[in-house]
Each structure stands twice: as C-alpha cells, then as structure tokens.
C-alpha cells in the first residue's frame, strides 16, 4: 500500500520503483492513494491509468478528490478509483468496492475521510459500521484507508475496527510513522503511510512557496517540487482464511 502520490515525481518513482519491489517482495495486490496525482491536485483519467499501468491495482482518494475535475469524467465509471466513503448521498463515485482477486478471493477496500480539521463530512464511524454490516459476511480481507488529518482519530479507528478489518491505514498528512504494528485482534495498523512524490519539499510542494506563505501570511500559488523524489509504502501480509494481518512492514526508499 503505497503512500499519497504527488504529481508527476511521484508518477515517475512509482513507475521506476514498484515493479521491482513487487517481485523483491512477492506482491499481490497493490493499493494506492492517488489524490494529489495529477500536478499535484486531484486525479484525471489520464494519470490514473499512469498508475495502473506501472503496477497499481486500486487506488483510493480523500479530499481533495474533486480538486481536478476530470475526474468527474471516470469516479463512476472506473471501479478501482473510490472516494471517501462518509461524502454524502449522491454524491459521485463509490466509497467502498469488493473485488474478486485471483478468481476466488473478495478483497474490500474502504476509503473514509476523517472530520478533525477536515471537511464537515458525515461520521466515518457510523459509516464504516454500516459497511461492514454489508461486507464482513462476504470478504475476509478489508482494507481501510482512513484520510485524516488527527493522529488521535487515526489511532482511535485502528482501535475501533481492531478485529473486525485487515488494515487500517492512515493517510492524508504526507508524513510517514513509525507506528505501524498489529492490533491485538489481528488488525495491521500504520497511522500514515507517507507521501510518495519530491522529497526536498514541503508535502511535495515547492518549499520556498510554503515557506514565503509562513512568512507573508499572502496567497501564494503552489506548485509541485522538483528534484529528489521518494516513496513511502507498507508491506502487509495478510492472512487469507481469518483476514488477519500476519505482518506489516514499512517502506521508505529516498532517490538522490
């Protein structure tokens, strides 16, 4: 599961990178978010197959989502793109999609967006209870991507759904923990995965423009920074039977 994908230097690093650590690992299945794929804001059609075509196999989202807005043009036509689960209803796209890996193994990937200092959305709580009364009777494997900003929330997911889901795993902040450890009902647990994209940044953002914002307290244009590039990542196995994770895994390789 890879970590928030910035513009085209994260596009590039996953595209030189992950085929080789699929095979150096063994992978299966891999998920990814990819809302700020596109230059850095959103995600368009384009992009997105990008990433699928350099070894992605889903990828979720979060709130910035809609910030390009080609992607109204494939959240509900492509069923390996969702959105968070907890926008309200009717809003475009899926919160949650259960695939059939290798012919015979349903894997649910749920993508939910945290409300601490993020949009007012409805609870990811109570939307995540209602999911799981729809899937856990069907798949074993579950994975969550909780887009977050509040570690506390995080970590109070991972708690809440301990046992009951594969993974949970926090995205959103583009700054990888240390934390990554299973849960004592057998719940992998990471409180972000990080961001995969320029590393001499701020978030993946030119840094001089972050900085002349602290500064000014102005509106400053920004953009995606050149440069270095790294990718963030987590390795987890997971139990196909119980759904368990076994182990988990952090990745952070950094490119000079």
């Known amino acids: 599961m890879i970590g928030d994908i910035v513009g085209r230097p994260g596009r590039t690093i996953v595209r030189q990178l992950l085929p080789q650590i699929i095979k150096d690992y063994e992978i299966d299945f891999v998920i990814a978010n990819g809302e700020n794929a596109a230059g850095g804001n959103g995600i368009t059609q384009k992009t997105a197959q990008e990433?699928?075509?350099?070894?992605?196999?889903?990828?979720?989202?979060?709130?910035?989502?809609?910030?390009?807005?080609?992607?109204?043009?494939?959240?509900?036509?492509?069923?390996?793109?969702?959105?968070?689960?907890?926008?309200?209803?009717?809003?475009?796209?899926?919160?949650?999609?259960?695939?059939?890996?290798?012919?015979?193994?349903?894997?649910?990937?749920?993508?939910?967006?945290?409300?601490?200092?993020?949009?007012?959305?409805?609870?990811?709580?109570?939307?995540?209870?209602?999911?799981?009364?729809?899937?856990?009777?069907?798949?074993?494997?579950?994975?969550?991507?909780?887009?977050?900003?509040?570690?506390?929330?995080?970590?109070?997911?991972?708690?809440?759904l301990d046992g009951r889901v594969s993974l949970v795993a926090g995205t959103h902040t583009h700054v990888q923990t240390a934390d990554e450890r299973i849960f004592p009902n057998g719940t992998g647990y990471i409180t972000d995965l990080g961001m995969t994209g320029p590393s001499d940044s701020i978030l993946g953002v030119n840094k001089d423009k972050v900085i002349q914002k602290f500064l000014t307290q102005l509106p400053v244009k920004f953009e995606v920074a050149k440069g270095p590039m790294q990718l963030n990542a987590i390795v987890v196995d997971i139990d196909e039977k119980t759904g368990k994770t076994i182990s988990i895994e952090r990745i952070f390789i950094r490119q000079s």
């Open 51 to 160: 990433l699928f075509i350099s070894g992605i196999d889903f990828i979720t989202t979060g709130n910035h989502v809609w910030d390009n807005k080609d992607v109204f043009n494939i959240i509900n036509e492509e069923p390996r793109i969702i959105r968070p689960a907890n926008y309200p209803v009717g809003t475009p796209g899926k919160g949650y999609q259960t695939l059939i890996f290798k012919n015979y193994l349903p894997i649910t990937i749920i993508n939910l967006s945290g409300r601490t200092f993020m949009p007012a959305l409805d609870c990811p709580f109570k939307t995540v209870e209602n999911i799981l009364a729809k899937v856990e009777n069907d798949s074993k494997i579950i994975v969550v991507d909780f887009h977050a900003e509040a570690t506390s929330e995080k970590l109070a997911m991972g708690w809440f």
